[in-house]
């Protein structure tokens, strides 16, 4: 089955909770399929981090795209890319799906901000865009695509603007009718009390998606009686990255020798797997030896 065949399957699987974690590169995306989770978020914050530029839509579709391409070559996931606002107006997202159609990318998903967007856990400058806005970006992102299993994700950023759970409701139910294939509902709190009411009041089957990142305690458990189809562990692979890169150079800094650090890096022979090294070799020596000379001239 192909990724976007695979995420869709998942979906339609009403035993399944649809685990994802972001990344922001390849080796990221590879690590996610080898513990064993179900499809990869390229998300826009670490991304933009990996590039040590602010989540604001300082990179450009280009960059995004870019990364999202490295991630569908290194791993059999589906790989769900994150792509903010759409980049722009209507033609911006038309193209945009194309883009990442072509790319091999299960599924995109965009969020009804205006451009140029803010990272939602900043405090500030949170504007939303008019939902008649919204709803042409979706149903031209749906027009757009070719293949029938690939996916558009509408996030909403009404409770993250302050706006309220009605406008919430209000706008899922707006993106719904226009051929939104998931909703993604966003909360800042600290508990998931907004998700909760979100999931009790939404009576569609068109597939809840939520980013647990300020409320940590909202369990699978829970997350299976809301009737949650997928979770997306946004930016926590890359935050233990900077946490493990960080200790290890502090001890290093004040270290003697390479051996203080061995136990906190990983051995290079895991390395070279992930680089796909066995295989590499393997090639090299299959073409020389299939042309060697039978005889010796
Ligand atoms: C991302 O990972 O880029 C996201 C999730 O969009 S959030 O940071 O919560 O906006
Ligand atoms: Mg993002």
């Known amino acids: 089955m192909k990724p976007r065949q695979r995420l869709r399957a998942g979906l339609n699987n009403p035993q399944q909770l649809i685990r994802v974690v972001g990344a922001h590169n390849a080796l990221g995306a590879k690590l996610i399929e080898r513990n064993g989770f179900d499809a990869v978020w390229a998300s826009g914050f670490e991304i933009s981090t990996a590039h040590a530029k602010p989540d604001a839509n ?4 280009t960059e995004l ?14 790989i769900i890319a994150d792509c903010d606002t759409g980049f722009g107006n209507i033609n911006n997202v038309v193209r945009m799906i194309k883009e990442y159609e072509k790319a091999g990318v299960a599924a995109v998903c965009i969020e009804d ?10 405090p500030g400058r949170q504007e939303l865009a008019p939902v008649e806005e919204f709803c042409g970006k979706i149903s031209a992102a749906k027009d757009a695509q070719t293949d029938e299993d690939f ?15 009605e406008e919430a409701l209000y706008r899922a139910e707006m993106y719904r009718e226009v051929g939104a294939d998931m909703i993604l509902i966003h ?8 998700i909760i009411e979100f999931c009790n009041k939404w009576k569609h089957d068109t597939p809840i998606v939520i980013v647990p990142t300020t409320y940590p305690n909202l369990s699978l458990h829970q997350m299976k009686e809301l009737q ?15 946490k493990a890169v960080n ?3 502090e001890t290093l800094r004040i270290s003697d020798s390479l051996s203080s650090i061995s136990s906190q890096i990983a051995q290079m022979d895991e390395l070279f797997d992930l680089q796909g090294m066995k295989e590499y070799v393997a090639l090299e020596k299959e073409y020389k030896d299939r042309h060697r000379p039978k005889v010796i001239r």
């Open 151 to 165: 996916m558009v994700i509408a996030r909403i950023e009404a409770l993250i603007a302050n706006q309220g759970m």
């Open 58 to 61: 300082i990179l450009s579709m």
């Open 247 to 249: 200790h290890m150079l």
């Open 65 to 78: 795209l870019y990364c999202a391409e490295q991630m569908v070559e290194a791993t059999v996931l589906p």
């Open 187 to 194: 909360s800042k709190l600290q508990e998931p009390v907004e």
């Open 228 to 242: 949650i189809k997928v979770v997306i562990y946004a930016n926590q692979a890359l935050r233990a990255s900077v």
């Open 113 to 122: 901000k205006v451009f140029p967007k803010m990272n939602s856990f900043i």
